[in-house]
């Protein structure tokens, strides 16, 4: 069963930018298609952005231009580089792992449901 772990987590001001990291492991990387995900206090979690075997990636309209999606296969690591950010971002930030061949479209599209394997999540907070 793979494992998440997130990190990178924590205060900034608006404007300001942070760098969430998402180690994996015991599994093959590329047999999953990557995701993070937020959730506010008294809110849905929603995705935010993901990213398929083949390293195209999908956006919520709320966060595109402003974020960016990676991940590191050689380290098994999932990146999401957040900038410009609002306090309307603050919110809990997990990332997922979806089997099979989806793409990013897809699994953005699809959303929680065919997320199988969940972090713990990491708290990010943007004051205005």
């Known amino acids: 069963q793979v494992q998440l772990v997130e990190s990178g987590g924590g205060s900034v001001q608006a404007g300001g930018s942070l760098r969430l990291s998402c180690a994996a492991s015991?599994?093959?990387?590329?047999?999953?298609?990557m995701g993070w995900f937020r959730q506010a206090p008294g809110k849905e979690r929603e995705v935010v952005a993901t990213?398929?075997?083949?390293?195209?990636?999908d956006y919520a309209e709320s966060v595109k231009g402003r974020f960016s999606i990676t991940q590191d296969s050689a380290k098994n690591t999932l990146f999401l580089e957040m900038n410009s950010l609002k306090s309307e971002d603050t919110a809990t930030y997990f990332c997922?792992?979806?089997?099979?061949?989806?793409?990013?479209?897809?699994?953005?599209?699809?959303?929680?449901?065919?997320?199988?394997?969940w972090g713990q999540g990491t708290q990010v907070t943007v004051s205005s």
């Open positions: 997922a792992a979806a089997s099979g061949r989806l793409t990013a479209i897809q699994s953005l599209n699809l959303g929680m449901p065919v997320f199988e394997v």
């Open positions: 990213i398929d075997n083949d390293d195209w990636t």
């Open positions: 015991r599994y093959t990387y590329g047999s999953y298609c």
